[in-house]
């Protein structure tokens, strides 16, 4: 591939099609993800994901979810459903469709995956969300009032209404 372990342990870039540069709103957006994915909050991993510019056939929040974690976090077990990764995103295709990615991000996604695939290659597991947890964080820290514009527009959906028929 493009990237190389370099003897001083940093990695190293062959060519630079794999270099993107994100906007503050862009990186904030992607640490919030990041925050998400580490803590496991569904509800957050969708709606940031979808605020992202994911877009599926269905909106289907299971898929949706699966697709934020393969690409920018984890590919274990507890996620493949005991598939191997191409075969897990097929299934998540034949699920509910994705109509859109999230553009700005496709780059930073595949980084993501090549990275966890060094890892499988050298026996580890990764979470890159766990991994970079800590940084993701202190961006958000660092950018409080940006975060808090982003979350306004990630407002909780309203109330179900339950309608009950005669018994």
Excluded at 4 to 9: A, E, I, K
Excluded at 22 to 44: C, F, G
Excluded at 121 to 142: F, H, I, M, N
């Amino acid at each position: 591939g493009n990237i190389l372990l370099m003897p001083s342990g940093k990695l190293g870039l062959i060519d630079f099609g794999q270099v993107k540069t994100l906007t503050l709103e862009q990186r904030v957006l992607y640490a919030s993800l990041i925050v998400a994915l580490a803590e496991r909050d569904t509800y957050n991993i969708i709606t940031i994901y979808q605020q992202m510019g994911c877009r599926t056939k269905r909106s289907n929040p299971a898929v949706i979810a699966a697709w934020a974690t393969v690409l920018n976090d984890r590919d274990d077990s507890s996620v493949l459903e005991g598939h191997n990764f191409q075969e897990f995103m097929e299934i998540l295709n034949s699920r509910d469709p994705l109509t859109a990615a999230p553009e700005a991000f496709v780059m930073v996604q595949r980084a993501n995956v090549l990275l966890r695939g060094c890892g499988h290659a050298l026996g580890r597991q990764l979470s890159v969300a766990k991994e970079w947890y800590s940084t993701a964080k202190a961006l958000l820290t660092r950018h409080k009032k940006l975060v808090l514009e982003q979350a306004r527009l990630r407002s909780p959906p309203p109330p179900a209404l339950v309608i009950c028929g005669p018994s």
